[in-house]
């Protein structure tokens, strides 16, 4: 029965919505935000043990730590080119599941390499680059689960699924460190701990916590996900999303709010919510070296969290405005792909240009200055397509 009611799928026919569509649709959403939270959580999860490795015993030099920490940026971002389309071409039930599955390796292999203080940096850069996977299934869920809803109701999935899904950048940095500092959680995975300025820390805590979580989603993507039939894209959609402007202007909106991911506009969204976070984020990116300079740790810390929620903000309103303006699901569905995949190159790009900045002056102010340019050509690019009244976007 659920197979021939997704075989011929109507989220625009209103009887067939409410009898059978939201049940199925809310389902699909559920489980995909989940899966895209824990995607989140392990592209992320580098991060949180990286800052250890050399109180840990290992002895990498500066420079191959911000090359390491940048290395899942950038495979995340480069794949997502690839997995926007893999929906279309077997399934978004079957490749949530295979890409999900995929995210055990580097869990498991990472939680192993860093209690053996001779893994080599080579064994690193293979496991950052295994969980940079991690970052492409952004494209994909993003791609996908708009296809569920109707056009008056994809716009708040995509918020939902993309806002809530980004927090798990937030939930693995709140978690990892009571996970490394869990010796109860140590003695169940049987990590040996490393012994940190006298305090024992188990880093592989931090991966191996996941394994549970991305085993039980997977087995809740057998029951409550489906394979939509869906139009196979072609040379022609590529060349109508690359022609068109605003394909262009929304990855420039969602290059500058992607930063953070707080996740908080799920239900809001639009050119408003849009337009006050961006200019909220100039000014929290000029404050923030200000609190360094006073040595003011909570008003650094104040401006930092501010500058997430306008992050998260943006980050959902952005993606609710996509199917407003593209009205062709095709289209939209691989302009959300395209736009995900162009701005995840700043997870990449980001920690180099602070790290060169830092290497060259000695202090991370200018990196600030070049973020806080690039925030205000973003205000006026979302300011002229979107708000000004000529603009006639009523999104």
Request: aromatic share 16%; net charge positive; hydrophobic share 55%.
């Amino acid at each position: 029965m659920r197979s021939e009611i997704v075989a011929n799928w109507q989220p625009e026919n209103p009887e067939f919505w409410e009898k059978f569509g939201k049940k199925i649709a809310k389902q699909n959403l559920v489980i995909s935000t989940i899966a895209l939270t824990l995607s989140f959580c392990v592209w992320y999860l580098w991060a949180t043990i990286a800052a250890q490795l050399n109180g840990a015993g290992f002895n990498f030099t500066t420079d191959q730590l911000f090359t390491l920490a940048a290395l899942p940026g950038l495979v995340g971002a480069t794949l997502r080119f690839v997995y926007t389309y893999m929906p279309a071409l077997i399934g978004g039930k079957n490749w949530t599941f295979i890409s999900t599955l995929i995210l055990l390796v580097p869990v498991v292999w990472l939680g192993f390499a860093v209690q053996d203080t001779t893994t080599s940096y080579t064994t690193f850069m293979i496991l950052t680059v295994l969980i940079g996977l991690a970052g492409g299934n952004f494209s994909s869920s993003m791609a996908y689960i708009g296809n569920f809803f109707p056009k008056s109701e994809k716009g708040t999935a995509l918020g939902i699924n993309g806002g809530v899904g980004n927090l798990g950048v937030s939930v693995i940095y709140f978690l990892a460190p009571f996970a490394m500092g869990s010796t109860a959680l140590g003695s169940v995975f049987g990590v040996t701990p490393a012994i940190i300025k006298g305090n024992a820390v188990y880093l592989a805590n931090a991966a191996f916590m996941w394994i549970v979580p991305l085993v039980v989603i997977l087995a809740l993507m057998t029951r409550f996900m489906d394979n939509l039939p869906l139009e196979k894209p072609n040379p022609k959609n590529l060349v109508q999303i690359f022609g068109n402007k605003h394909t262009w202007a929304f990855t420039l909106l969602y290059t500058c709010s992607f930063g953070a991911f707080s996740g908080y506009a799920a239900a809001l969204g639009g050119t408003k919510v849009t337009f006050i976070s961006l200019i909220t984020l100039c000014v929290t990116t000029a404050l923030i070296p200000v609190g360094v300079n006073m040595h003011n740790f909570p008003f650094f810390f104040a401006m930092s969290v501010l500058t997430f929620v306008c992050c998260g903000f943006a980050t959902g309103a952005t993606f609710r405005m996509i199917p407003h303006v593209f009205g062709n699901p095709l289209l939209s569905s691989l302009i959300t792909g395209f736009v995900a995949a162009v701005a995840a190159y700043g997870a990449f790009i980001t920690p180099k240009i602070f790290g060169f900045v830092y290497s060259t002056f000695g202090n991370i102010h200018p990196a600030f200055a070049v973020l806080l340019a690039f925030n205000i050509v973003t205000v006026a690019v979302c300011f002229w397509f979107y708000v000004r009244k000529g603009a006639n976007m009523n999104v």
